[in-house]
């Protein structure tokens, strides 16, 4: 069965500064991976996914994740974070079929001013 | 489109009663995943629904029971409620619920048990 690892529970970084959130999963067969973000009081929202193709994916509001297959990772970054990034971000891994969705514990940004 | 609806939104509850959930998926979609959100454990999957046929079930004891509808509304009952049980139950739809296939998650519902 597939497993993911969120290796940060909390992360505060400072606006405008840098920021990896980092993910390793376990998994012997093909993978499907994704980053959803959860807002206070909020759902979760899908922020990016890899599928297949390119192991580079991006998001609308500057946010990259790369897959690595060799090292069974899938970190997040951005180049520069606002204040408004501010969430509960979570990793989580899928395989084909009818399996289910398996997350991360979360990884809590706070972006100070 | 309307997204996910999940009602009640929040609720309260004391230990040994039990309580019913409800959630309605975007038109059209035909899964319907559970999962329980806790500061501690994550979100941990439930159970999943397709053509209300139960699919996939996670690791939760026989209280914890749900149940889709031919519209694929989907409700999720836990019963004799422990303190435990306290969480966020988020419901989360999609077209096929496989594979590549998005999830599209609720607000949730926020039950306590006193």
């Known amino acids: 069965a597939q497993s993911v690892t969120q290796l940060d529970s909390q992360v505060p970084v400072f606006e405008e500064a840098p920021v990896e959130l980092r993910c390793n999963y376990s998994?012997?067969?093909?993978?499907?991976l994704f980053w959803y973000v959860q807002y206070p009081n909020q759902g979760l929202q899908l922020l990016l996914k890899?599928?297949?193709?390119?192991?580079l994916v991006k998001s609308i509001n500057g946010f990259e994740a790369e897959f690595n297959k060799s090292q069974t990772s899938f970190h997040l970054r951005k180049p520069s974070v606002h204040i408004s990034d501010t969430a509960e971000y979570f990793c989580?891994?899928?395989?084909?079929?009818?399996?289910?969705?398996?997350f991360g514990k979360g990884t809590r940004l706070s972006v100070i001013a | 489109k309307a997204g996910v609806t999940q009602t009640p939104r929040y609720l309260i509850k004391t230990r040994g009663q039990q309580v019913t959930l409800s959630c309605s998926p975007i038109?059209?979609?035909?899964?319907v995943s559970w999962y329980q959100q806790t500061p501690g454990q994550g979100l941990q999957f439930l159970f999943e629904?397709?053509?209300?046929?139960?699919?996939n079930k996670g690791n939760f004891p026989g209280r914890f029971s749900g149940r889709q509808f031919s519209n694929s509304r989907s409700e999720m009952n836990v019963s004799t409620l422990e303190l435990g049980d306290s969480a966020l139950y988020l419901c989360?739809?999609?077209?096929?619920?496989?594979?590549?296939?998005?999830?599209?998650f609720g607000e949730g519902s926020r039950l306590t048990v006193l």
């Open positions: 989580a891994v899928r395989t084909a079929g009818n399996t289910p969705l398996v």
């Open positions: 890899y599928l297949s193709g390119s192991t």
């Open positions: 629904y397709f053509s209300e046929t139960q699919r």
């Open positions: 038109s059209g979609h035909r899964s």
């Open positions: 998994s012997s067969v093909s993978v499907y």
């Open positions: 989360a739809s999609s077209l096929e619920g496989t594979g590549s296939g998005e999830l599209f």
